[in-house]
C-alpha cells in the first residue's frame, strides 16, 4: 500500500488504527497493533495515572513502533496523565471527551502529534481550529459514549471531509477492510477500530465480555443514557432496568443513581455480564470469533486490498 495522510502523520505502514478503549486497550493491545503495522492506543481512561505509566513502559518495551494514548478529557487526573505522557515520550495522543482547545497547545509544545475525536460537523471545526493534526469522526454505530445528533458514519464522514483540510480518520461500525474501504472513499484518509478489537487475544476485556461479544447479534445494541452521557450497550440486565426507569419516567438524578460508579469495569473488566455496562457497537453482529490483534490487522488489510482489486474489475462499472 502506497503512504497517504494518516501513515505519513504517525509514520505508519497500514492507516488502521485500534481505538482506545476503557478496560480493554492496555499495552499488550496497542504494541501488538502497532507491531502488526496499523497504530495501537492505550485506553489511559480506566487507569489511576501510576497504572498508565507502567502500561507505557511495557509498551515502550514491547514495540519500536509508534502508538498513542488516548485521553478522555473528563479524566479526574488528566494533569497526571499529560505529565506522564510529556515525560515519558509518548508520540501521539487522542483527546476525546472534551473541549480540544483545553490541551492541544501543550500537547503541541511537548512535540506530540494530537487527534481529537468528534461525531459532529461543528466540532470538527472547533477541533481544526484548535490546531489539531487530526481528527476522528465517530458515527453514532459507534460502541462506548457517542454524539447526541445520532449522525451515522456514513452521513459523518463526507460531511466532515467536505469541510475541513486536516486528516480524517473515520469511527463507528467499522470490522471489515470493506467497511475501512468504504469509508475512504467517502472522503476519510484511515479509520479507527474500536469494537472489532474487544474481541481479539490482547484486548484486557474480561473472556465473558469477550465471547458476549461474539454472541451479540444485529440489533443487539442500544445507544442509551442521552440525559446522562449517551453510551451504546449491549442490552443485557443492566440496560433493561435503565429502560424501566425510564418507563416510570426517571429524571437525570435517578438515572446517575441506577448507574452508580464502576459498572463499565465490572461488566466490561470483571465479567459480569447482569450488571455490568457493557460497550460494543453495532458491529458487533458481524464479529464471529476471537483472534489475536495481528490476524485482525492483516485480515482487514487483505479484505481492503481485494475489494481495491474488485472495483478495478468490472464488478462497479456500470
Ligand atoms: C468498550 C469501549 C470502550 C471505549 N472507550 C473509549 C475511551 O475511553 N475513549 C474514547 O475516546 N473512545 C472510547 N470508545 C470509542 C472508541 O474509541 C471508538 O471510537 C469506537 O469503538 C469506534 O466504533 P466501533 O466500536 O464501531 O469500532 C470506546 C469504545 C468501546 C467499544
Same mark, same amino acid.
Given at each position: 500500500?502506497?503512504?497517504?495522510?494518516?501513515?505519513? =502523520?504517525?509514520?505508519?505502514?497500514?492507516?488502521?488504527?485500534?481505538?482506545?478503549?476503557?478496560?480493554?486497550?492496555?499495552?499488550?493491545?496497542?504494541?501488538? *497493533?502497532?507491531?502488526?503495522?496499523?497504530?495501537?492506543?492505550?485506553?489511559?481512561?480506566?487507569?489511576?495515572?501510576?497504572? =498508565?505509566?507502567?502500561?507505557?513502559?511495557?509498551?515502550? !518495551? $514491547?514495540?519500536?513502533?509508534?502508538?498513542?494514548?488516548?485521553?478522555?478529557?473528563?479524566?479526574?487526573?488528566?494533569?497526571?496523565?499529560?505529565?506522564?505522557?510529556?515525560?515519558?515520550?509518548?508520540?501521539? /495522543?487522542?483527546?476525546?471527551?472534551?473541549?480540544?482547545?483545553?490541551?492541544?497547545?501543550?500537547?503541541?509544545?511537548?512535540?506530540?502529534?494530537?487527534?481529537?475525536?468528534?461525531?459532529? =460537523?461543528?466540532?470538527?471545526?472547533?477541533?481544526?481550529?484548535?490546531? /489539531?493534526?487530526?481528527?476522528?469522526?465517530?458515527?453514532?454505530?459507534?460502541?462506548?459514549?457517542?454524539?447526541?445528533?445520532?449522525?451515522?458514519?456514513?452521513?459523518?464522514?463526507?460531511?466532515?471531509?467536505?469541510?475541513?483540510?486536516?486528516? *480524517?480518520?473515520?469511527?463507528?461500525?467499522?470490522?471489515?477492510?470493506?467497511?475501512?474501504?468504504?469509508?475512504?472513499?467517502?472522503?476519510?484518509?484511515?479509520?479507527?477500530?474500536?469494537?472489532?478489537?474487544?474481541?481479539?487475544?490482547?484486548?484486557?476485556?474480561?473472556?465473558?465480555?469477550?465471547?458476549?461479544?461474539?454472541?451479540?447479534?444485529?440489533?443487539?445494541?442500544? =445507544?442509551?443514557? !442521552?440525559?446522562?452521557?449517551?453510551?451504546?450497550?449491549?442490552?443485557?440486565?443492566?440496560?433493561?432496568?435503565?429502560?424501566?426507569?425510564?418507563?416510570?419516567?426517571?429524571?437525570?438524578? !435517578?438515572? $446517575?443513581?441506577?448507574?452508580? +460508579?464502576?459498572?463499565?469495569?465490572?461488566?466490561?473488566?470483571?465479567?459480569?455480564?447482569?450488571?455490568?455496562?457493557?460497550?460494543?457497537?453495532? *458491529?458487533?453482529?458481524?464479529?464471529?470469533?476471537?483472534?489475536?490483534?495481528?490476524?485482525? /490487522? $492483516?485480515?482487514?488489510?487483505?479484505?481492503?486490498?481485494?475489494?481495491?482489486?474488485?472495483?478495478? +474489475?468490472?464488478?462497479?462499472?456500470?
Amino acid at each position: 500500500m502506497t503512504e497517504n495522510r494518516i501513515t505519513t =502523520l504517525f509514520n505508519i505502514k497500514y492507516p488502521l488504527i485500534q481505538a482506545g478503549m476503557i478496560w480493554c486497550s492496555g499495552w499488550e493491545l496497542a504494541s501488538a *497493533v502497532s507491531n502488526a503495522g496499523g497504530l495501537g492506543i492505550i485506553g489511559s481512561g480506566s487507569m489511576y495515572p501510576d497504572v =498508565l505509566r507502567l502500561h507505557i513502559e511495557k509498551c515502550k !518495551k $514491547a514495540t519500536d513502533q509508534p502508538f498513542a494514548v488516548n485521553l478522555p478529557m473528563l479524566y479526574p487526573s488528566i494533569e497526571e496523565h499529560i505529565a506522564t505522557i510529556i515525560e515519558l515520550k509518548v508520540p501521539i /495522543v487522542f483527546t476525546s471527551a472534551g473541549n480540544p482547545k483545553t490541551w492541544t497547545s501543550k500537547l503541541k509544545e511537548a512535540g506530540i502529534t494530537v487527534v481529537h475525536v468528534v461525531s459532529s =460537523l461543528k466540532f470538527a471545526l472547533k477541533s481544526q481550529d484548535a490546531g /489539531v493534526d487530526a481528527v476522528v469522526v465517530e458515527g453514532f454505530e459507534a460502541g462506548g459514549h457517542n454524539g447526541i445528533d445520532e449522525t451515522t458514519t456514513l452521513t459523518l464522514v463526507p460531511a466532515v471531509a467536505e469541510k475541513i483540510d486536516i486528516p *480524517v480518520i473515520a469511527a463507528g461500525g467499522i470490522g471489515s477492510g470493506k467497511a475501512m474501504l468504504a469509508t475512504m472513499i467517502l472522503g476519510a484518509d484511515g479509520v479507527q477500530v474500536g469494537s472489532r478489537f474487544i474481541t481479539s487475544v490482547e484486548s484486557s476485556a474480561h473472556i465473558n465480555f469477550k465471547n458476549r461479544v461474539v454472541e451479540t447479534g444485529d440489533g443487539g445494541t442500544r =445507544l442509551t443514557l !442521552k440525559e446522562l452521557t449517551p453510551v451504546r450497550l449491549i442490552q443485557n440486565e443492566f440496560y433493561q432496568k435503565v429502560q424501566a426507569a425510564y418507563a416510570e419516567g426517571a429524571d437525570k438524578e !435517578k438515572l $446517575a443513581d441506577i448507574l452508580g +460508579r464502576g459498572r463499565a469495569k465490572k461488566g466490561m473488566f470483571e465479567g459480569d455480564m447482569i450488571e455490568g455496562e457493557l460497550e460494543v457497537g453495532q *458491529v458487533a453482529s458481524t464479529i464471529h470469533e476471537i483472534k489475536p490483534a495481528a490476524e485482525i /490487522v $492483516a485480515e482487514m488489510m487483505q479484505e481492503f486490498n481485494a475489494a481495491v482489486e474488485e472495483i478495478k +474489475r468490472d464488478k462497479f462499472n456500470f
